[in-house]
């Protein structure tokens, strides 16, 4: 299989829905003629022409809407939010719109949209291009969650998710897009920046929407996180020699309660991980439920490890994300509780 970037990943994915189905329409600032401002739709519109692939105005709210009613009426529009701090305007065409068309309509109509966007800090972006909202998504009731963390799973759920007859929120963490990059020019790359290549079939397949991987076997302790946050946790448990299980939630609507609650039982001792601020982020929900299905298992409090509870820090970028060293002290909290 060839080795590809997650960008080139979900190019694969775009290109073979594409021309698979016509049906399937991609569209979003800058995503034709200029290719996307990451290049994720590189060479999509010289393929496959302007009426598959469409150029729009920077109006977030309108090009959900008009997705939506592309989608009702039997298209399979992808949307691109150029970047996941631009998504806010376009809330309530997915929260009151998307979201309870299926409900409200009584499963008269749907429409079957996947809204990519790229998520997550790393490219010194600042405060209104680094933000990480995808636990203010998972509220909402009627819209799928996902968020890759590698370049095969980025394909495989992005064919799955433009499939599937629901609305889906598909978060795309850029630091780990297209190769290491530590925020400082002229410095070397921070190490557990490094980017994942790996092997991606060229054709068509799918990963299931619904269901975490274990990226790591261990038996002391679970960690729970998802995107960016695997590479920094498996830095972080090798640097305190822990035979930690890693759990990539991948989708967190709908969540995999049983595989992640299956290691918890088996290891007893859990941290959580993730990018966004800690209050209401969704270690939380992971956390709650954790504790409800597994009270009895459990040695120790489980552990949250987050990003500060402050607006995203421009000149603080990689003391704001929790490192292999933040991850590693909440792992030792966890270990060394009795």
């Known amino acids: 299989m060839p080795q590809m970037n997650m ?17 399937v329409v991609i569209m979003g600032e800058d995503v034709g003629f200029f ?42 529009p992808v949307a691109e939010v150029q970047f996941a701090d631009y998504i806010y305007p376009a809330c309530d065409q997915i929260f009151s719109e998307l979201a309870r068309l ?51 799973d980025a394909k495989g759920l992005l064919i799955a998710s433009i499939e599937d007859d629901d609305p889906v929120v598909f978060f795309e963490p850029k630091r780990i897009y297209n190769g290491p990059f530590d925020g400082e020019p002229n ?20 990963v299931p929407i619904g269901k975490a991987e274990v990226v790591r076997k261990g038996s002391q302790v679970t960690i729970v996180t998802y995107g960016t946050m695997i590479y920094v946790c498996e830095a972080a448990a090798r640097s305190l ?11 967190m ?3 995999d309660v049983d595989t992640i609650c299956t290691s918890v039982k088996k290891t007893g001792r859990c941290l959580i991980a993730h990018e966004a601020t800690r209050f209401s982020g969704f270690g939380a929900e992971l ?32 003391e704001y994300f929790p490192g292999p060293a933040r991850v590693a002290t909440g792992l030792r909290a966890v270990m060394e509780t009795p």
């Open 35 to 76: 290719g996307g401002v990451f290049r994720v739709t590189d060479g999509l519109q010289r393929k496959y022409g302007e009426h598959r692939v469409l150029d729009t105005p920077i109006a977030e709210g309108a090009i959900i809407g008009a997705a939506i009613g592309m989608g009702v009426n039997g298209l399979r």
């Open 253 to 255: 609507v709908p969540l």
């Open 7 to 23: 960008i080139q990943a979900l190019n694969s994915a775009m290109d073979i829905m594409l021309g698979r189905d016509p049906n």
């Open 187 to 206: 410095k070397p790359a921070v190490p557990w920046s490094t980017h994942p290549k790996g092997e991606v079939p060229e054709g068509y397949y799918t």
């Open 102 to 152: 299926r409900y409200r309509s009584a499963g008269e109509f749907w429409a079957p949209v996947t809204v990519r966007t790229p998520c997550g800090g790393g490219i010194r972006g600042g405060q209104t291009h680094s933000q990480s909202p995808e636990g203010i998504f998972t509220h909402v009731c009627g819209v799928k969650v996902v968020m890759p963390a590698n370049p095969y």
């Open 241 to 251: 020699g822990l035979d930690a299980e890693i759990i990539d939630v991948r989708t």
């Open 287 to 318: 956390s709650a439920t954790i504790q409800e299905e597994c009270f009895w298992d459990l040695e120790a409090p489980i552990g949250r490890v987050a990003g500060w509870d402050t607006p995203y820090p421009h000149a603080f970028e990689w």
